[in-house]
Nanobody, 115 residues
Framework: QVQLVESGGGLVQAGGSLRLSCAASRSIFGIDAVGWFRQAPGNQRELVAYITSDIHTNYADSVKGRFTISRDNAKNTLYLQMNNLKPEDTAVYSC?????????WGQGTQVTVSS
């Protein structure tokens, strides 16, 4: 099993920045599929970004150029740097890991961007 704990959410004005962290209870070294999802009220959960074990990244079109995903295998931690935030980025952000055929999710952290 893998426990995931997110932190770093909060309230920020449009144009501001936040850095989300996701601490894993076990080593994420070699785990290929790690990423961030978000869900706004009334919307389906959507993929924000993911990063592979060989540090290939992919982003939703809506966040390209503004968000950066990274991983620190030594600290078992996944990050999401979010810059130039927009009100439409408001959502609960959750980290995700797929390990041994199972999907693991954190409890989520709220990000609210005011206009």
């Amino acid at each position: 099993q893998v426990q995931l704990v997110e932190s770093g959410g909060g309230l920020v004005q449009a144009g501001g920045s936040l850095r989300l962290s996701c601490a894993a209870s076990r080593s994420i070294f070699g785990i290929d599929a790690v990423g961030w999802f978000r869900q706004a009220p009334g919307n389906q959960r959507e993929l924000v970004a993911y990063i592979t074990s060989d540090i290939h990244t992919n982003y939703a079109d809506s966040v390209k150029g503004r968000f950066t995903i990274s991983r620190d295998n030594a600290k078992n931690t996944l990050y999401l740097q979010m810059n130039n935030l927009k009100p439409e980025d408001t959502a609960v952000y959750s980290c995700h890991v797929r390990f041994s055929g199972y999907d693991y999710w954190g409890q989520g952290t709220q990000v609210t961007v005011s206009s």
